[in-house]
Each structure stands twice: as C-alpha cells, then as structure tokens.
C-alpha cells in the first residue's frame, strides 16, 4: 500500500514537499517514483528513484526545481519541490516499481499552484 499526502494550494513560486509512506512489501528493494496527472491531460512520469537511492530521474519540466528521495528506514519516499509553476498543477501519484513496470499505484495527492 502507498499512501501519499502533503499536497495542497500554492503560490507560484512556493515549495511543498510531497511524501509516500509504503507498507505491505520489502520497501527497500524496489524502486519507486512519482507521475502526476495535469488536469485534462495524460499522467507524466515526473521523477523515479532507484531502491538504494543511488540513482534518480527527472522529467525535463521539472529538472532543477524538483528532488526526490527516500528513508529506507521510514518506508518513505519524498518529492521536494520548489518554484513552482501553475503547469506544475496536477494530482500528483506514487508509484511502486517492478523492472519497467508499474508494480502498484498510491492515491493521488493534489497539488493546486496559482499564478
């Protein structure tokens, strides 16, 4: 199970940290990211982390102004966002690996930023 919280309304501009804690399976030996999905549009990949933390991925968008990590020992991963843009709005997933699929999805967690 992924349980995602921390998202709300913003300025553009402003920084909010999301947060997935996991539970039910080993968290440590998967990798974990997260989408989001803009309203009207397609879910995006918006950054994944490898199972030790050694390795990350970012979209182009939000390449400099995101950062995703985990606590092993927490069961948690984090996405870290700052300077936020309105097209940054979007119901924001976290996502379970296993290879290059999705193994589970968490809820969303909206994120809502104003011009």
């Known amino acids: 199970q992924l349980q995602a919280y921390g998202g709300g309304l913003v300025q553009s501009g402003g920084s909010l940290t999301l947060s997935c804690a996991a539970s039910g399976f080993i968290f440590r030996n998967y990798d974990m990211g997260w989408f989001r999905q803009p309203p009207g549009k397609q879910r995006e990949l918006v950054s994944s982390?490898?199972?030790?933390?050694?390795?990350?991925n970012y979209a182009d968008s939000v390449k400099g102004r995101f950062t995703i990590s985990r606590d092993n020992t927490k069961k948690t991963v984090y996405l870290q966002m700052n300077s936020l843009k309105p097209e940054d709005t979007a119901v924001y997933y976290c996502?379970?690996?296993?290879?290059?699929?999705?193994?589970?999805w968490g809820q969303g967690t909206l994120v809502t930023v104003s011009s």
């Open positions: 996502v379970r690996f296993w290879g290059s699929n999705i193994a589970s």
């Open positions: 982390i490898s199972n030790s933390g050694v390795r990350t």
